[in-house]
């Protein structure tokens, strides 16, 4: 074979391998949106079980009910047993909690629970779907994918899965994350293959260097699980003025009742937050540190202030605060909470803002 006949045979193949490359990306939201329509089956059952709820109460009171006696009081009326539904505590003593974790989004229905399980089922099925999808992407480029922004977008979503489908692999009670990841990936994935598309090609010279494989996956992966932890923060704000709300004597709407009483209480939604957050944030300081050494292979300089490098120091500055605040008295639970969202915020502007509005030094494939 030829020279010119071998490369136009590597140049068709790649061509065919992106293809595929892109099919399996459209079958994965296809099944994405059915996980996303079983999710809201298991939120919408969930929200009609007041008969399993007041079951569970009876089956599964909670510390404080034993000590109060029943969870639920039995009143006969004409021969006939009415169930009536457990107050909700939620103060054991001024400036405590004494919250239990909700049912989850199915709400102890079982029909619910099956929807749900479903549900993740297809999240599995559309994350191996997704993550083909990515490794065909790099093999037809031959290199890692996540080369631009449509790359980056699609091996973002699915290591965000990959992050839930692992928290509940290790038992984790995360399941009522399931409707609000496949929503954002569903946006995340529409907005790569329509706005963000390009077609596969190689990339500058300077980015040929196993730098690449070690600090651009690691800020995806430090994305990935950023999010998780903002997801969790911001349900954390909702829980906790609903619980602010319950014990000031309110009276919530029904559909915050209906959603929030099925999520876990706002101190643990708050510990899951800082612990992801934490759990992340070394792996978000060497991402900066081998960015600094990359740039110093690439451009003979650690740090420029270049857009990419500043914002990315601005989003650990604030992931600092807001470790720092969670155990600082007086800056714990809501004022933390906004710091951390804050925090996500610039990470959010670091990668959409700079990539498309600002240029720079990192600005080497358009979009």
């Known amino acids: 074979m030829t020279p010119a006949a071998a ?11 992106a293809n595929i490359s892109n099919t399996l990306i459209y079958s994965a939201m296809a099944v994405y949106t059915l996980a996303f329509f079983a999710y809201i089956a298991e939120w919408l059952f969930g929200s009609r079980s007041k008969v399993a709820r007041t079951a569970a109460a009876l089956t ?3 510390a404080t009910a034993k000590a109060k006696g029943p969870a639920v009081t039995v009143k006969s009326k004409g021969g006939t047993a009415v169930l009536e539904r457990p107050e909700v505590v939620v103060r054991s003593s001024a400036g405590s909690r004494d919250v239990p974790d909700g049912p989850g989004a199915h709400g102890g229905d079982e029909q619910g629970d099956l929807y749900g399980r479903i549900a993740v089922s297809l999240t599995v099925l559309a994350f191996l779907v997704e993550l083909c999808g990515v ?27 990959g992050v839930y489908l692992l928290l509940l692999a290790l038992k984790k009670n995360v399941r009522w994350l399931g409707l609000f990841l496949t929503t ?7 907005l790569a293959v329509t706005v963000l598309y390009t077609a596969s090609d190689q990339l500058v010279p300077a980015l040929h260097s196993y730098w690449l494989y070690i600090h651009v996956s690691t800020a995806i992966v430090c994305g990935a ?6 997801v969790g923060t911001l349900l954390y704000l909702f829980k906790d003025s609903y619980e602010n709300k319950l014990a000031g004597g309110g009276k919530p709407g029904s559909f915050a009742t209906s959603v929030l009483e ?5 101190a643990s939604l708050d510990k899951f937050a800082y612990r992801i957050n934490a759990a992340v944030f070394p792996l978000w300081t060497f991402t900066i540190i081998a960015g600094a050494i990359w740039a110093e292979s690439a451009w003979g300089r650690y740090w420029g202030w270049d857009p990419k490098e500043t914002w990315a120091f601005i989003t650990w500055v604030a992931y600092a605060c807001y470790l720092h605040a969670r155990s600082t008295a007086g800056w714990k639970g809501r004022k933390a909470a ?26 080497y494939a358009g979009v």
């Open 135 to 161: 490794i065909a992407r790099a093999a037809s480029v031959q290199r890692a994918p996540w080369g631009n922004m449509y790359e980056f977008n699609i091996t973002f979503s699915t290591v965000a899965v």
């Open 225 to 230: 699980v950023f999010y998780v932890g903002a």
């Open 338 to 363: 906004y710091i951390a969202l804050i925090a996500f915020g610039c990470w959010l502007f670091n990668y959409y803002g700079v990539n498309i509005f600002v240029g720079g030094k990192h600005s």
């Open 7 to 17: 490369t136009e045979l590597a140049t068709a193949t790649n061509e065919h391998l």
């Open 60 to 62: 599964a009171p909670t």
């Open 184 to 190: 954002t990936v569903l946006l995340d994935l529409g």
């Open 262 to 266: 099925r999520l876990p209480a706002s």
